[in-house]
């Protein structure tokens, strides 16, 4: 699976939009990419996934540039409880294993 | 529905003691990964189960280490003559299939701490 970039933190204001940036330059054709966060003290969690098209959820937006080599997960509107590592994988179609995590962002969201 | 468990929440242990630690995955999942967090560090891959299929032990550190599955249920991680490096959280994930697009779902982890 190709490796992905992200900012060791980002600070954000409660209630306001966050902007999560994730490259990943060496992307294959059919690396699909996943997004989970970690909150303190707890497992991992599933955020969004894509692969060309953006897309949304309830938790949050995945923005895929046109040449697929960076990604951006939004909060449209950050809460306290979404403090957390956000951790930006890539896997690849013909991946059927584990997901690879690299050190991710760690948010922080203020009051 | 019920999630992914985790037994125990926390074990403390004597270096060169043996654990066994326990993973109860989502009814229907075929696929079960365990993986391993230091403090302060990311997630690393140990081993995954996929149905019927040989396990990927590629992640494993060392012959210390070693896990099991019955059927498409309960799973054991096992390691033995425990060392201080081995104190972390063991995080066990399941899917409904091993895809490029499954969602994992993490339990809670077990914290291990070797004295």
């Known amino acids: 699976d190709a490796k992905t970039t992200q900012p060791n933190s980002m600070e954000s204001n409660e209630e306001e939009p966050v902007h999560l940036p994730c490259n990943h330059s060496t992307i294959s054709g059919t690396d699909y990419i996943h997004w989970y966060r970690q909150l303190p003290s707890q ?3 599933y955020v969004i996934h894509g692969l060309t098209s953006n897309v949304n959820n309830r938790m949050a937006s995945l923005a895929i540039a046109e040449d697929r080599k960076s990604s951006t997960l939004i909060l449209h509107r950050a809460t306290l409880r979404d403090a957390a590592v956000y951790y930006c994988i ?3 179609g013909g991946s059927q294993g584990n997901l ?12 | ?11 403390v242990t004597e270096k060169g003691k043996d654990v ?9 999942h075929t ?3 365990w993986y391993r967090q230091r403090l302060g560090q990311g997630l690393e891959f140990l081993i995954y189960f996929q149905g019927n299929s040989a396990p990927d032990k590629s992640g494993l550190p060392s012959d210390r280490f070693s896990a099991e599955r019955t059927g498409e249920s309960v799973s054991t991680l096992t390691i033995q003559r425990t060392q201080q490096e081995d104190s972390a959280v063991y995080l066990c994930a399941s899917s409904l299939v091993a895809s490029s697009t499954d969602t994992q779902y993490f339990g809670p982890g077990t914290r291990l701490t070797v004295l």
């Open chain 1, 43 to 45: 497992g991992p969690e």
């Open chain 1, 90 to 92: 890539l896997r690849s």
């Open chain 1, 100 to 111: 690879i995590f690299g050190k991710g962002t760690k948010l922080s969201v203020k009051p």
């Open chain 2, 1 to 11: 529905g019920a999630g992914v468990s985790q037994s125990p929440s926390n074990k």
């Open chain 2, 20 to 28: 066994e630690l326990r993973c109860d995955p989502i009814s229907g």
């Open chain 2, 31 to 33: 696929a079960l990964y």
